[in-house]
């Protein structure tokens, strides 16, 4: 099972797939033995069109920012909007699933990630056997981060723009730098708790 996706992986990586911020954490994750990435985001600013409140499949992202952005080109990207439905400044902190051979991996790393300042991390999902154990390879691990911000845009006069988002996108900003800053160190801490179980 890791094998395989590991070599999914590996093709995402190869085709640019992957945010170049979280392959560290990545490569930490998926060497304990007992883990394995399926999926990831490294936290992101994002300016999203949606008809109306929740309504993802009728969504139009009109920005996205792995990274720090200027209020220039949240601005810019708000020029795409057409007046309709509602718009939203978001930014979504570090998510990554691993999959875990094991309950006690699991514990271990979603102990490591709310230490590490995801507080919102969890064991996700954990699938059971026929005989109603732990299937092997059947739990699943959420990272999470607490970094989040959503505002909504469309009850903003035009003619305000230039003022209103500036700050919003300096406090998007500080949000998008914490979460980088807890991606390096969840990493080191793995790195740091793989090498003691190993004995070196």
Do not use: Y
């Amino acid at each position: 099972m890791k094998t395989n996706t590991l070599q999914k992986l590996e093709k995402a990586l190869s085709e640019g797939l992957v945010d170049e911020e979280v392959i560290g954490l990545l490569l930490a994750i998926n060497n304990v033995d007992d883990a394995v990435t399926t999926s990831s985001c490294s936290g992101r600013f994002q300016l999203i069109q949606v008809p109306t409140l929740g309504d993802k499949l009728g969504s139009n992202v009109l920005g996205k920012w792995h990274r720090k952005v200027s209020a220039e080109e949240v601005l810019e990207a708000l020029g795409k909007w057409d007046g309709t439905g509602q718009v939203h400044l978001l930014v979504q902190p570090l998510l990554v699933h691993i999959r875990c051979r094991d309950i006690e991996t699991a514990a271990k790393l979603r102990t490591i990630a709310q230490e590490s300042g995801l507080k919102f991390s969890t064991i996700r999902s954990v699938k059971l056997d026929r005989k109603g154990g732990v299937q092997e390879w059947g739990v699943m691990v959420e990272f999470l981060g607490t970094e989040r911000m959503e505002v909504p845009i469309h009850g903003i006069p035009r003619d305000l723009f230039d003022d209103i988002i500036p700050p919003l996108v300096h406090h998007g900003n500080g949000l998008i730098e914490r979460t980088k800053d807890h991606i390096d160190h969840l990493a080191q801490r793995i790195t740091s708790k793989d090498r003691s179980a190993n004995g070196e």
